[in-house]
């Protein structure tokens, strides 16, 4: 298993930029894919942004040219650079884990999750 903890929610203006963090720890084997979900009230949890073991990376259409994941291997930290944000970009993060070598970025093909970081995004 997986421990996942998120960083560097925070409220921005309408343009603003933020860089989410999540650092996990536990067996590597757990996290060869991970990824960005973001879940409104009364709605499901939408993939943002994955990324593989292979290092393909997937975003969801919403987010391109605006979001880039990344993943530090040596420090076991993904990260989420956010750019150019909307108000309606305003809703919680959750970063996750799966032990599968790639994903389709959806909720059913990861199995940890942190706690979630919100981001607000004020016009």
């Known amino acids: 298993s997986v421990q996942l903890v998120e960083s560097g929610g925070g409220s921005v203006q309408s343009g603003g930029s933020l860089r989410l963090s999540c650092g996990a720890s536990?067996?590597?084997?757990?996290?060869?894919?991970m990824g960005w979900f973001r879940q409104a009230p009364g709605q499901e949890r939408e993939g943002v942004a994955c990324i593989d073991s292979y290092g393909r990376t997937t975003y969801a259409d919403s987010v391109k040219g605006r979001f880039t994941i990344s993943r530090d291997s040596a420090n076991n930290t993904l990260y989420l650079q956010m750019n150019s944000l909307k108000p309606e970009d305003t809703v919680m993060y959750y970063c996750a884990a799966s032990e599968r070598w790639w994903t389709r970025c959806m909720q059913s093909d990861y199995s940890y999750w942190g706690q979630g970081t919100q981001v607000t995004v004020s016009s």
């Open positions: 536990g067996d590597t084997r757990s996290s060869r894919s």
